[in-house]
């Protein structure tokens, strides 16, 4: 009875160290998991922010352009160099990214965005700007960095999801509860943001 007992013991012994084993593999394998995806996210981020950065770069040398027309609406142009300055301000740190960090950040940049639009707007009553070289290039870098903005943020809805699904579907939530990974807002779509703007040359 005694040997039966020990043995016992020692069966429970063994499949607690499986037990633990398994755990600790899954746990392992979940945690980089997990990780790996993030950095997923944390990336296409990083070129949401690069695109936004270059459509900011536009904004000097446009502010040249218009200001040579010394009739300009300088009211119109003024707008656009606030909301480039206050998009610029965010700055966002993706890891511990909130809904209402990124409402905030997008609420700038689709200011800046309405800015633009404006602007370029009340240029067409300006021929001789409309048709001003510097103009026409800075429209045309303008219409390809809001494509790639399209495009960014759909890569980056698409990661976050893929990571959120992750870390929500059980047992992975218990992990991702235990190790803090947390869910990733997404971008939400704007009124007419489907819809590129439109390069004027003639």
């Known amino acids: 009875m005694k040997n039966k007992g020990c043995l016992s013991a020692g069966t429970i012994g063994i499949a607690l160290l499986i037990i633990v084993a398994v755990i600790f593999f899954w746990g392992k394998s979940g945690y980089n998991n997990f990780v790996s995806k993030e950095q997923v996210v944390n990336k296409k981020w990083s070129n949401i922010e690069t695109v936004y950065q270059k459509r900011a770069n536009l904004i000097p040398n446009l502010e040249r352009t218009v200001k040579s ?69 800075f429209q045309r870098e303008y219409i390809a960095i809001e494509n790639s903005i399209r495009t960014e943020t759909v890569y980056y809805n698409d990661a976050a999801q893929d990571y959120n699904t992750s870390i929500k579907t059980f047992p992975n939530n218990i992990l991702a509860n235990f190790t803090n990974f947390k869910e990733k807002p997404y971008f939400k779509a704007e009124a007419g943001a489907e819809k590129a703007p439109t390069v004027f040359t003639e």
Request: glycine share 2%.
């Open 69 to 137: 027309y010394a009739n300009f609406e300088k009211e119109t142009l003024t707008k656009v160099v606030e909301a480039r300055a206050k998009a610029t301000s965010i700055n966002i740190d993706p890891t511990n990214m909130t809904e209402q960090d990124l409402a905030k950040f997008q609420a700038a940049q689709g200011e800046l965005s309405g800015s633009l639009s404006r602007l370029m707007a009340v240029v067409e009553s300006y021929p001789n700007l409309k048709a001003d070289q510097q103009y026409i290039n």
